[in-house]
């Protein structure tokens, strides 16, 4: 079984500007979500993946993901995914040899800076970048699937973690 271990946190500033290596847009909708897994469809430019992962809680979860042409991840995304779509700017940066992806939503989610690290083990040490903030990891509301249908930019104010 594929495993993904991911540990997610908020970005406390922009100092990790800095350091990115590459920059990608990312689009993103949800063919399926329900208690067990959802079904993504991503498109980075001419690229494609169908992504299945598991609904279990914490940093552990199965993946599958397979590439698909640009063209037909493109289709499946306009015709089949239901908006609002997950757009978002994903940065790699490198801190201490480990490759942190910071993610900039768009849309109804802007505002949202997320970094992930993924990890070979669970309780996996790592250095913290001096940006790092608080970990969301376990926080369902930070999930792209749930922010396509809850965005950040709607959450009510005074909710943890709610814009300005």
Do not use: H
């Not at 990790?16 to 079904?39: F, H, I, K, M, P």
């Not at 015709?79 to 040899?97: F, G």
């Amino acid at each position: 079984m594929a495993v993904e271990i991911e540990r997610k946190f908020l970005v406390r500033d922009d100092s990790w500007r800095q350091q990115v290596r590459s920059r990608t847009l990312l689009r993103q909708g949800y063919l399926a979500v329900n208690e067990r897994c959802t079904v993504r469809v991503r498109v980075a430019g001419e690229a494609g993946w169908l992504t299945v992962k598991s609904q279990t809680p914490g940093p552990s979860r199965a993946e599958y993901e397979l590439p698909l042409p640009g063209g037909d991840a493109e289709q499946l995304l306009q015709t089949l995914c239901p908006r609002p779509w997950i757009e978002k700017w994903r940065n790699l940066v490198i801190y201490e040899n480990y490759e942190w992806e910071v993610d900039e939503f768009l849309g109804d989610n802007l505002g949202l800076v997320v970094a992930e690290i993924e990890l070979e083990m669970p309780d996996e040490g790592f250095a913290r970048p001096p940006w790092l903030g608080r970990e969301v990891t376990g926080d369902v509301r930070y999930y792209n699937f749930k922010l396509a249908t809850e965005p950040f930019g709607r959450w009510a104010p005074g909710t943890p973690g709610a814009p300005g």
